[in-house]
């Protein structure tokens, strides 16, 4: 399809008064050995005349999975590495940069609650198809998802099972368009991912304790103070800083 299925990374506590955002490459990486075998697409497949995107303002971007700003913690090279094919699925820009962002910078403050959390995320297919491709005649057909998933982890309590966040969020969905989400709307099981994505995550704990977690749906989000978003710095760094 030409989106990966899923990404997972860390997110630790970030000891700094904001973080330094770095300049974005003007194109993103793939891999060509990928893209000769049809794999992986380029920067081609998302690219749309000025008239066109003019007309279609909610049109798909390059949506990452691993946040940049998330990666940004560590250094710009990570940061730099985000733009990857290995990263991205077209996501609409109203959500890519709405409801999604507000939860990527949720579980930034969620890591610097608790010390660190890890996050799983990945794209969702009816049916696990694409009914909708993007890219102009010629270009690599990337599969458009109908939906896009993400599970938070953390300690827990008692340090022996992690305690678990799964949200699925459309594309397009109700409360989108105002900028007071609620995210608790979209929270899910891990149950319900694995079976629309068809990937067994967990796989590491115990049976049990995997069985257990996996099919528990939190009624609420855990709380993050103001104190725990932490905000880019003002002025973009370049690269080779």
Avoid at 96 to 103: C, E, P, S
Avoid at 109 to 136: C, E, H, M, N
Avoid at 144 to 163: C, M, Q, R
């Amino acid at each position: 399809m030409g989106v990966p299925e899923w990404v997972a990374y860390e997110i630790k506590r970030f000891d700094q008064k904001c973080i330094k955002t770095f300049a974005r490459p003007s194109e993103w990486i793939t891999d060509k050995a990928l893209n000769q075998q049809g794999i992986m697409s380029t920067d081609s497949s998302y690219s749309y005349p000025k008239e066109f995107r003019k007309a279609h303002p909610d049109w798909f971007v390059r949506g990452h999975l691993a946040a940049k700003v998330h990666a940004e913690r560590l250094n710009p090279a990570a940061a730099w590495n985000t733009h990857t094919f290995y990263n991205a699925v077209p996501q609409r820009q109203s959500f890519n940069a709405g409801i999604w962002l507000d939860l990527e910078n949720l579980t930034a403050a969620w890591a610097q609650k608790y010390g660190s959390v890890w996050i799983i995320t990945g794209p969702i297919f009816v049916d696990r198809y694409a009914y909708g491709r993007l890219g102009k005649t010629g270009d690599f057909p990337i599969a458009i998802p109908e939906a896009l998933f993400k599970i938070v982890l953390s300690a827990g309590a008692n340090k022996n099972t992690p305690d678990a966040l799964a949200f699925i969020y459309p594309q397009v969905g109700a409360g989108y368009l105002n900028k007071n989400y609620d995210h608790t709307r979209y929270l899910t099981t891990i149950d319900e991912i694995e079976e629309l994505t068809g990937i067994d995550f967990l796989t590491v704990l115990p049976k049990d304790k995997q069985k257990s977690l996996e099919k528990e749906q939190a009624s609420d989000l855990w709380p993050a103070e103001k104190k725990d978003f932490i905000s880019a710095c003002k002025a973009k760094t370049a690269f080779n800083e």
